[in-house]
């Protein structure tokens, strides 16, 4: 029996000695000796899909590596576990219920974010991302891990792998606002995310600019309302005191030239007009160049016929 036991505790204990040491507690450093090897997804009973690998290295130098497991898995206690069955605060309990339809999994460990981001979690709730969960329990609203990725793996604004970060944020929203299905469902506006990178603004992100707008510099980041919502900072005069966080001066006959609209057949066929008229160009001085060269290669060759 001994040997058995052996046999089974061994492995992990290597794995667990052989994990990186910093700041990890022998609380993480026990579920990390198993979730570290662990590949793979499994299938809940009630159908859903659950990642049981963590990467030890990328959780310890993301923003939640000082964290133990269950600071967000608070209703698990054993190692290896069961069932989660601990008592769970009565704030977080409550918020999990609240969410437990997109959650399934484990709504508590979801709803633990608001222990350390309370402030930001309530702006969340009262959002039109929020509100779609809470009031509506639609499986498709925007909530933490749908912006910053795994809570295992979340990284600074500022680090250029952030989901959220200037370089990949356009992208990020456009999971929800670039999907037909969703723009279909909820009446959304088709073409945000193509007008966006056709404008001024997307390109100049394109090119690396870094201090051009994104998405949250006109909508917030976390209380985001609707376009109709007076609260909205896109909402009528509100885009007077938006855009001119930028745009010092901005005044009522400027904003109407930030918009996500379809640009009308003027802008369109301008855009064209130029392009040809740049190639058109470019193809007239390489002509010029050619047949230029092609004259001068001529003169010498009669030249120097004549001479013989």
């Known amino acids: 029996m001994s040997k058995k036991l052996l046999m089974i505790v061994a492995p992990l204990l290597f794995l667990a000695l052989g994990l990186p040491s910093a700041a990890l507690s022998s609380e993480t450093a026990g579920c990390l000796a198993c ?12 159908g859903a899909i659950i990642e049981l690998n963590v990467d030890s290295d990328r959780f310890q130098s993301s923003v939640h590596g000082g964290l133990t497991c269950t600071d967000c898995h608070a209703g698990f206690t054993d190692n290896p576990h069961g069932s989660p069955s601990a008592a769970v605060s009565e704030p977080v309990a409550s918020l999990s219920r609240k969410i437990s339809s997109k959650h399934t999994v484990d709504p508590v460990a979801a709803a633990a974010c608001i222990k350390c981001h309370e402030e930001t979690y309530q702006k969340v ?9 809470i009031e509506k329990h639609q499986t498709d609203g925007a909530l933490c891990v749908d912006c910053h990725g795994s809570p295992h793996y979340i990284v600074k604004a500022k680090d250029p792998a952030s989901k959220i970060g200037r370089a990949h944020q356009v992208e990020t929203c456009g999971k929800c606002h670039g999907d037909i299905r969703i723009i279909e469902k909820y009446k959304l506006q088709e073409n945000v995310m193509e007008s966006f990178k056709e404008s001024f603004h997307g390109r100049k992100l394109h090119l690396g600019h870094t201090k051009v707008p994104v ?4 909508h917030n980041a976390h209380d985001i309302m609707t376009k109709t919502d007076p609260n909205s900072p896109v909402f009528g005069k509100n885009r007077l005191v938006t855009c001119g966080k930028c745009h ?11 918009t996500h609209q379809k640009p009308g057949p003027i802008p369109h066929y301008t855009e064209k007009a130029l392009i040809v008229l740049l190639l058109s160009t470019f193809a007239f001085i390489v002509i010029h160049v050619l047949l230029e060269a092609f004259s001068d290669i001529r003169d010498a060759i009669f030249r120097k016929g004549r001479e013989e």
């Open 248 to 258: 010092k001066g901005a005044n009522e006959k400027f904003i109407p030239a930030i």
């Open 125 to 133: 709730l009262a959002s039109a991302h929020g509100k779609n969960i």
């Open 215 to 218: 998405c949250a510099s006109c």
């Open 35 to 46: 979730h570290t090897s662990m590949k793979g997804r499994i299938k809940t009973a009630g």
